[in-house]
């Protein structure tokens, strides 16, 4: 299993890149393009595009290479902050990454290759570095930079573990151990730990990010894949797989819920949270996995967003890909021509968990926005079975820059409590492989395309009347000194205590972990202090009643979490505990029911059908109760059908064992019907690229387009589908009883030079027939159907709405 990589060697296999950073909605285009034909030069270039500048060239601010002290002079901050620079170049270069380790040194994943011009030239030469910054004299900046690694295929991936660091070139997961003597840091062994890692696809749809969570397993954004370190000598989790091992550990691999596209965050509770490209960050509003127990159903686990779209720029951004299009830049004349609307390239979010800022923003949902030079942040609010937000600063950013170059790509909270800027500082965000021939030219005609890989910065955001916590020094801790440290006021300490004691598997801090519940009244050490006692296999009948009799819900929802490690004799004392807790506390009744999947006591499916029964209606109710079901779906129904009075949980029973997106009308159609379908699966992953919008198995893609289940706008019309595909639509619209209003406007396909009759009535009826549709038993769409809607909507020149049928 365990192979040692020769430095030359990590070039090899590379793949074609794109964009980290997601630009600009993938391949969504506006319907109100016109599409006469159009010569293409770069591969971002679509035929029936007229590329054509919103904001004259000549009006657009210069962009030129500021110094530091001149990038700082650029930035906006809300009153009360301070933005200091910790690091630029030459000490840091590119960077796309980083994690701090227990002494807060910062290790950067440092992407020195990325598009040194628009033709990406030497892209793929393994130059890419892991480095370490250190702030030795303790004034706040660096002063020490160690290159660990220097021979990576465009870095992605870093995170702290036992005896070493994780991190991944473009294809491939690794371990590399660290070796430190007299304050030396060396790289040791270097092995492959996942070589499926990142295999495949593009750089923006690459697993990335490792993200320790409160679960105690590395989580990842654009991947389903989670990890975790198990010692030699302890047990693997069940539904998972050993992939590696080295004298520290063993790592195994399971699945998990996908999720995001670049960088992941947690709040002090481990859920989750991430962002798609035109989004800001979305919250799980339960834990990670909690719909994933019962073997024979497949939910997606659902994200919201953390409050609209929308940003506010302080400088015009008309360098994105698709600039030219109605719709992504603000057009009306004033101080806000030529600023970007919403979101286009949101990177590496997080949920700000540090002591640093006054306690009214201690929670706050904080996005970066690379193509608009600012950082975006929100309040998350709680609902009942999902997650919202609004701004903090209403119509204004907390931070914003009128330098063009500033590329914030990902953010931490600290150790010293402030919030960590990585800012690549890069003049070409978007990969050859999408560039549009518009970006091009804004790029030339500003020289973005100069130094773009010996430039990079670091910054921190600060609240100005607040002095830093001082630098941690928790490598030279035992565990037992490690422990009060679960109830530090910064998530970042706590998070780390925690990682390094679980990964310790020293059991005899136990009993110094359960004097802590005991004695704190801060609810999230508590919730810290039980995953601790989860993470080393020490959860025990006592402690878990008394975090259920806690007077925090948080707390209780741990405890029912942390307690499916109780052993089974004292299964039935929990869940008869548990039953009264419950009592109108819909949180609580909510994650109860997903658990009891681990349980073996006949009052469990009492959980279950009070859940149900109290809170029908409401988000994930019948989805956590049917996971927590885990293999014993038949068990409970022959007890409590007749009592059932949700039909959406009925549904999901009646379709146990059939996935989705597996599940197809093909053999029921005409043979005509069938070859159509063929060709129009084709089609759907292909030129016409509704896969990039609505995703490869239909089921939709946050921020884009909706899914196609059951969608009422595939299903019930030929003749309203057909109108749709040939001249688009535009939100907002209801799809299954939802909402559905995100700024992509579906593209028609009337003037589409490569798409026929045919070839829209084959999209058509493969939509209509797939993914548990079967719109079309025994029959298809025709190219007849589909000619003569276009002839009855021949005078329709603008995408269709929602109220025009």
């Not at 270069?93 to 020195?112: C, H, I, K, L, Q």
């Not at 730990?193 to 990142?198: I, K, L, R, T």
């Not at 990585?422 to 790029?443: A, N, P, R, V, W």
Request: hydrophobic content about 40%; some cysteine; proline content about 5%.
């Amino acid at each position: 299993m365990n192979k040692t990589i020769a430095p030359k060697t990590l070039a090899l296999n590379m793949l074609k890149e794109t964009s980290i950073f997601l630009v600009l909605f993938c391949l969504v285009f506006q319907a109100s393009v016109s599409y006469a034909s159009t010569p293409t030069k770069n591969k971002g270039d679509r035929p029936s595009h007229v590329m054509k500048d919103i904001v004259p060239k000549d009006k657009i601010p210069p962009a030129p290479i500021l110094s530091v002290v001149q990038a700082l002079d650029a930035f906006v901050v809300q009153e009360g902050f301070a933005i200091e620079n910790v690091v630029a170049e030459p000490n840091v270069f590119n960077p796309v990454a980083m994690s701090f380790d227990g002494n807060g040194r910062m290790w950067v994943a440092e992407m020195t290759r990325y598009m040194p011009d628009t033709q990406g030239t030497g892209e793929h030469v393994p130059e890419g570095n892991i480095a370490v910054l250190e702030d030795v004299d303790g004034d706040g900046k660096v002063d020490k930079r160690t290159v660990f690694l220097s021979d990576i295929v465009l870095p992605r991936t870093i995170a702290l573990v036992k005896g070493g660091i994780f991190y991944a070139d473009h294809t491939q997961l690794f371990f590399a151990e660290v070796i430190e003597e007299n304050g030396i840091i060396s790289a040791g062994i270097r092995e492959v730990a996942d070589p499926d890692y990142a295999k495949g696809g593009n750089l923006e749809h690459k697993p990335n990010t490792m993200l320790y969570g409160m679960d105690n397993w590395y989580y990842n954004a654009k991947s389903a894949d989670k990890y975790r370190v198990v010692p030699h000598s302890g047990v693997i989790p069940s539904s998972s797989t050993e992939i590696y091992r080295n004298q520290y550990w063993i790592l195994v691999k399971a699945k998990s819920d996908w999720r995001g596209q670049w960088g992941l965050s947690m709040d002090d509770y481990g859920r989750l949270y991430h962002n798609g490209n035109s989004s800001p960050i979305s919250g799980e509003y339960l834990m990670p996995g909690a719909l994933r127990h019962n073997p024979e159903y497949w939910p997606k686990m659902p994200a919201k967003w953390i409050g609209s779209n929308l940003i506010y720029s302080v400088r015009m951004n008309p360098g994105v890909n698709r600039g030219y299009m109605d719709g992504i830049l603000i057009q009306e004349q004033g101080e806000h021509w030529g600023k970007l609307r919403g979101f286009t390239a949101a990177s590496g979010s997080v949920v700000y968990r540090g002591d640093n800022f006054p306690e009214q923003y201690y929670g706050m949902a904080i996005t970066p926005e690379p193509a608009g030079n600012l950082i975006s942040a929100r309040y998350i609010q709680e609902n009942q079975g999902e997650l919202s937000g609004i701004e903090v600063f209403p119509n204004k950013e907390i931070l914003a820059s009128k330098d063009e170059r500033f590329r914030p790509v990902n953010l931490y909270t600290a150790p010293d409590g402030s919030l960590y800027l990585l800012d690549m500082y890069h003049g070409i965000l978007q990969h050859k492989e999408f560039l549009t021939t518009y970006l091009s030219e804004q790029i030339h005609a500003r020289e973005l395309d100069k130094h773009n890989n010996t430039m990079g910065r670091i910054y921190r955001l600060r609240y100005s009347e607040k002095a830093l916590a001082s630098q941690p020094q928790l490598h030279s801790l035992n565990s037992k000194q490690l422990v009060p440290y679960l109830a530090h006021e910064n998530g970042w300490w706590r998070d780390t205590a925690r990682r390094l004691i679980v990964q310790s598997n020293d059991v005899s801090v136990v009993p110094d972990i359960k004097a802590l519940l005991s004695n704190t009244h801060d609810h999230r050490a508590k919730v810290n202090a039980l995953w601790s006692l989860y993470g080393l296999q020490a959860v025990d009948l006592k402690t878990a009643l008394n975090a259920l009799s806690d007077t925090h819900t948080k707390v209780k929802v741990a405890a029912v979490a942390t307690a499916v490690l109780l052993p089974k004799n004292v299964h039935t004392a929990f869940i008869e505990a548990l039953l009264k807790e419950m009592a109108g506390n819909f949180e609580l009744s909510l994650n109860a029911a997903a658990y009891m999947y681990a349980f073996d006591a006949p009052e469990k499916f009492l959980v279950s059908f009070n859940t149900l029964e109290s809170f029908s209606g409401l988000p994930l109710v019948a989805e956590a109760v049917a996971s927590g079901l885990g293999t014993e779906s038949a068990r409970f129904l022959a007890g409590y059908r007749e009592r059932i009075n949700n039909s959406v949980f009925m549904n999901i029973m009646n379709n146990l064992g059939k996935r989705p997106e597996e599940r197809t009308n093909r053999a029921q159609l005409s043979s005509l019907g069938q070859a159509l379908y063929d060709k129009g699966k084709a089609l759907y992953n292909g030129k016409a690229a509704c896969a990039g919008c609505h995703g490869v198995n239909g089921d939709g893609v946050d921020g884009l387009g909706p899914t196609f289940w059951s969608s009422e706008w595939v299903i019930e019309s030929k003749e309203r589908l057909g109108k749709v595909l040939l001249h688009g639509l535009s939100g907002p619209i209801w799809v299954n009883k939802r909402l559905i209003n995100t700024p992509a406007v579906m593209p028609g396909l009337k003037n589409h030079p490569d798409i026929d009759n045919e070839e829209l009535a084959a999209i058509a009826t493969y939509i209509r027939n797939s993914w548990g549709n079967a719109a079309d038993i025994d029959g298809h769409v025709s190219a007849e159907e589909i000619k003569k809607v276009r002839e009855q909507t021949a005078n329709i020149e603008q995408p269709y709405t929602q109220k025009d049928f």
